[in-house]
DNA sequence: TTGAAAGCGTTACCAC
DNA sequence: GTGGTAACGCTTTCAA
């Protein structure tokens, strides 16, 4: 009878209509968990995701979610909020018991679970992150920190500030730190002096940003510009010059990362990176690594970065000296 | 072995290290469908989520994911963005052998599947919905529509239109419609007369809702103030008032639903629900029962709604006539 | 306290 | 084509 459910090709059509009638009959349902215990898969993708909801997150996940809406993979969702988290999750993910493949994303995974996961087998698919031997879907961020940066300066700035991720961060997400080189290599292009107090790392969080943003302001000789490593922080950035009293962008101009939802609200000039795409192909990767159990090459692909220009950025108002 | 792992209170010290060094020596690690199969449990817990990507939706989760954080349960999603969707999920979650309970959000299930999956013994949970002999976690939403638009009336405003969910939408919500069942009661107690081209119905989206907002603006009477079903609503409503040139709050008054994250950095007057508390509340009350295997009352949880006021709202302003 | 064996609900293999 | 049965890896029960 699992021959009819699982359509073997070797059924006569009068079995197998008997077999569906009493099936119907009994109102039975196959029990997923016997079926994955005895094909030795779960039929359950995991994704491994930091802060899921983060805009940025919940919008990959969401690609993720629409890949599999045509599968009949199940999704598990491991949220990341603290290094042990991390630590907890990939332990537990050590074998293909738990979920027949994972999508991991902005994070890095530990060398050495990563190694073991390879080992056992189990179907990895990195996310904006990068690792050893595993495939990856990933945007060139330090490109992406030039067009952001590089646009600043065609404007004319020079007074030009960052604020994103601590590079050393304890998750080692390498996103915004690779931005933050794009933007240090264009200031040495353009032979702008670096200036370490234009330099500002905290949360990706609003209201951190916007306390890193008035720091900035209150500075001697404020910027001009600022370019936030992601579109939250951007808006952490925006709050700050309106309780400053200051416009945007004739005062101030501030360029994003991301653009999500509240982007085109805010008229936030912005990198676009495609967010959905990233996690609908991570997915698709993973499934038909899966499905046909086939090894998944490793390889990194890597989607466009787009840049949008809103309303947010202009040259710089001529103010004193 | 398997009583050193559940920790057996039988088990003498030192057979238990012995088993315990084993397991480390051979990287032995249960396997959870095994174990689920053996015990009749998943050890899962299955979150059903119209639209998880909305900004509430989101939210919620965030709670439920909080609520499984000290508990050993995995989270699994079930997104519906169609009745079919929805169709599919509570046809595959009957049994229990997918999730060991359900969180189900927003969507009251169909009467015909709640009652199988009551009389199976399946724990659910409905939050912001309610459903017969289901506990549920909910506000007043009635009470919500009151206090926005009470908050209108009591500034002067007597041209009061409201955009909100499509009462028959096929999903079944109720807490749109109820938010506009508690505008139109307060309409009535102040003696405004209903407009029935002030009533606005559309998907809660805020291109949506901006396109809603500019059909209002442009009728010959516009309305001076607008309560939106939803934060995200809100957004479009502004969005439309800063497109046709109206300040805010001076030439139009705009009240949302939810406050959500954008809310504070738009400003937005809204009516604030605990949605994070929601799901948390919510998952705590099915682990609950899941854990002691005792069936769960049917108990209406009722959480409380604030009145935000911000920035997008005031008198109306005096104009022509 | 511990070892052995039955059973959980499927699938997959092997005869018929 | 079809029926029977081992096996999946664990928990639980029953002896020892």
């Known amino acids: 009878m699992s021959r009819v459910l699982n359509d073997s090709p070797k059924v006569s059509v009068t079995t197998r209509a008997r077999v569906l009638a009493a099936i119907e009959i009994l109102g039975y349902r196959p029990n997923p968990l016997a079926r994955g215990l005895s094909r030795g898969r779960s039929q ?192 952490g950035v925006l709050e700050a010059a309106r309780v400053g009293g200051l416009r945007v962008p004739e005062d101030l101009s501030v360029v994003g990362f991301d653009d999500i939802e509240i982007s085109a609200y805010a008229g936030l000039t912005t990198v676009r990176q495609p967010l959905f795409d990233s996690g609908l192909l991570g997915a698709r990767l993973l499934l038909d690594a899966v499905d046909r159990e086939r090894p998944l090459d490793p390889i990194v692909h890597q989607l466009p970065l787009t840049f949008v220009e809103r309303a947010t950025t202009a040259p710089p108002h001529r103010r004193r000296r």
């Open 44 to 235: 359950t993708v995991g994704a491994v995701v930091p802060f899921f909801t983060h805009a940025s997150a919940v919008e990959r996940l969401r690609g993720v979610v629409a890949a599999l809406g045509t599968s009949h993979y199940d999704l598990v969702l491991f949220n990341v909020e603290t290094p042990l988290h991390r630590e907890e999750h990939f332990a537990a993910l050590i074998g293909r018991d738990r979920a027949d493949g994972l999508v991991v994303m902005s994070l890095p995974p530990p060398s050495e679970h990563l190694k073991r996961l390879l080992a056992i087998g189990v179907p990895i698919v990195l996310v904006d992150a990068r690792g050893d031997g595993v495939p990856a879907v990933v945007t060139d961020d330090i490109e992406g920190g030039r067009m952001a940066t590089g646009h600043l300066v065609a404007l004319g700035h020079r007074h030009i500030a960052f604020i994103g991720e601590d590079p050393k961060n304890a998750f080692g997400f390498t996103s915004g730190p690779q931005r933050e080189a794009g933007y240090r290599a264009v200031l040495d292009e353009a032979g702008i002096p670096y200036r370490r107090s234009y330099v500002r790392h905290g949360a990706h969080d609003r209201t951190v940003a916007r306390r890193l943003a008035e720091q900035l302001l209150a500075l001697r000789t404020p910027p001009t510009a600022i370019f936030a490593s992601s579109d939250v922080q951007a808006t």
